[in-house]
């Protein structure tokens, strides 16, 4: 799939730059209780069309952020 493939070439870049930051990256607790509001708005189907878009975003978000640590952790052990 080359979406998952263009992911995985951005979280190399990121993960390659500074991997103690990528690694030491937290969202802030504003982004996260965005998140959990749209989650608990998702789950008791109180979601609106931009709402669910906004939710779906910060999802890749987090997946691709999963991703950079990932490879983060093989740059750090690589030391």
Known sequence: ????????????????????????????????NRVSELIDREKNAEIS?????????????EHLMRMAKILAHKYENQK
Do not use: G
């Not at 799939?1 to 969202?27: D, G, H, T």
């Open 49 to 61: 069309s931009e709402e669910k878009s906004e939710l779906d975003y910060y999802m890749k978000l």
């Open 1 to 32: 799939m080359q979406a998952l493939k263009a992911y995985e070439e951005v979280a190399e870049l990121i993960a390659s730059v500074n991997p103690a930051k990528v690694l030491a990256f937290r969202p802030s607790e504003e982004t996260k």
